[in-house]
């Protein structure tokens, strides 16, 4: 055999974070990200209303002050700096955008990706008991 084949679901095989690629994050608005997440977990039956309990859940944030981000167009990165993340947050595991959430070193792209990991689950149809890790 000239190659071993890997398997698909090593460490080796999930994507490596770049420099530029958690620049990239750091940079991108709450606000551009928000509307693409409220259509995900809407065309997959699930509401508003619970998509903004899940992000208040990691960020600590009430309504108000996640409304006031949307609005003053805040970074991901000024968005999580001001963000009180839910101390079960590291409960959140496995892959989204081809990364392991749990290995990723730079803590803004985590934290992103988090919430990404979260909308995912909603969207999915997780129970929200499950998706709060209550």
């Known amino acids: 055999m000239l190659f071993k084949p890997q398997n698909p679901n090593t460490k080796e095989n999930y994507m490596k974070a770049t420099a530029s690629h958690d620049e990239r994050i750091a940079k991108m608005t709450f606000a551009s990200v928000y509307p693409m997440y409220i259509a995900k977990v809407e065309k997959k039956g699930r509401t508003k209303a619970e998509l903004d309990e899940v992000i208040m859940w990691l960020t600590g944030f009430s309504n108000e002050q996640m409304q006031e981000h949307i609005a003053n167009k805040s970074t991901f990165e000024a968005f999580f700096e001001a963000a009180n993340i839910h101390p079960n947050a590291s409960q959140i595991t496995g892959v989204i955008c ?37």
């Open 98 to 134: 081809g990364y392991r959430v749990e290995e990723i070193e730079n803590p803004l792209t985590q934290q992103v990706r988090y919430l990404d990991k979260l909308v995912d689950e909603l969207a999915k149809g997780k129970k929200m008991e499950k998706i709060l890790r209550s």
